[in-house]
């Protein structure tokens, strides 16, 4: 069983083939620190994948890849492991919504896969696959995937679709970023139709939240800072905050800031991991590309929707996210 050709830009239909291959067996993966995207795709793919009698393993470089908020996706019984299987060298690696593979297992050990298939929508992927589907003008890995599915004529069951539509819907913003077109709107049609409850999906994700989650939004917004001349606005959440709050679960909470009149970039950071460790998320409002400060700060992402992890102080970093702004132009 041979690899497909190095380093080639691939079509949908090309991956089709390779998963549609019944010879191949595969591990399916995604990024560091997975948002909505990422785990709705590397589900989704490993459901489908398995529904048609393939030999399928779910691996992801994180301890624990499920965020709280989206632990409703896992069925009972799924399972996600923190290593790479042992005969990987006889599996085909499918990463996905991964736009480099130093996100991927430290040290290399997924580059021992008999194949990568490398399938994403970031436009700065490195196309370090076998084979590279890469499509920057798709609103989310969903969308991609979807195109996959498509061409490989696979009906989309409806757990699949449930998946994909949770990766859609976080990836655009609730459909309000920049990234919607049209096709964002014909893909989350199509998953509708296939069984995803947009209602339901929308209570899970933006209603169904603990009150200790609200107290957390209410610090963090006490906090909240304009800078750059209201073009900027920041706050920050530190073990103290989890502590008074009772959680330390900070998804949405940046989108909240995103609304404030007259930024154009929101940031929050929090404290993650070792002391003076955080985890920086940035939303643009105006169309600044936040992934390009992100990636000053070692991250990445959108356009639209970025983040890095940084050891700078809070104070110091919202003076250095305030000069990276573009200059301000005069109406």
């Not at 010879?23 to 459901?47: E, I, K, M």
């Not at 296939?194 to 899970?204: K, L």
């Not at 929101?266 to 070792?274: H, K, N, S």
């Amino acid at each position: 069983m041979s690899a497909p050709d190095a380093a080639v830009g691939a079509t949908p239909a090309e991956v089709a083939a390779v998963l549609a291959d019944p010879g191949r067996r595969f591990c399916v993966t995604a990024h560091h620190n997975p948002d909505g995207d990422a785990l709705g795709t590397l589900l989704a793919l490993g459901r489908a994948l398995r529904r048609r009698g393939a030999d399928v393993t779910l691996a992801h470089p994180d301890p624990d890849p499920v965020p709280e908020e989206l632990a409703f996706l896992v069925s009972p019984g799924e399972h996600i492991q923190p290593e790479l299987p042992p005969d990987l060298p006889e599996r085909t690696l499918v990463c996905l919504d991964c736009a480099s593979e130093q996100r991927l297992w430290e040290g290399g050990p997924h580059r021992a896969a008999a194949a990568v298939v490398n399938v994403d929508h970031h436009a700065d992927n490195t196309g370090f696959g076998d084979l590279n589907l890469i499509e920057p003008g798709a609103s989310s890995t969903a969308e991609v995937l979807v195109h996959v599915l498509e061409a490989a004529g696979w009906e989309i069951a409806e757990d699949e679709a449930t998946a994909l539509y949770v990766a859609l819907v976080t990836d655009t913003g609730r459909f309000g970023n920049g990234n919607t077109g049209p096709e964002a709107h014909r893909v989350a049609g199509l998953l509708i139709e296939a069984g995803a409850d947009p209602a339901a999906v929308a209570r899970r994700l933006y209603e169904e939240q603990p009150f200790t989650r609200s107290v957390l939004l209410g610090r963090a917004l006490a906090g909240a800072q304009l800078l750059a001349g209201g073009r900027l606005v920041a706050a920050r959440l530190d073990e103290d905050d989890y502590e008074a709050a009772g959680d330390d679960v900070a998804e949405g909470i940046v989108e909240v800031l995103r609304g404030v009149e007259g930024a154009c970039v929101a940031a929050l950071t929090r404290a993650a991991g070792p002391p003076g460790a955080w985890r920086v998320s940035l939303r643009a409002v105006d169309g600044t590309d936040v992934a390009a400060i992100a990636r000053l700060g070692g991250g990445g992402g959108h356009r639209a929707a970025a983040g890095f992890s940084t050891r700078r102080p809070p104070d110091e970093l919202f003076a250095w996210l305030a000069e990276q702004l573009p200059p301000q132009t005069d109406e």
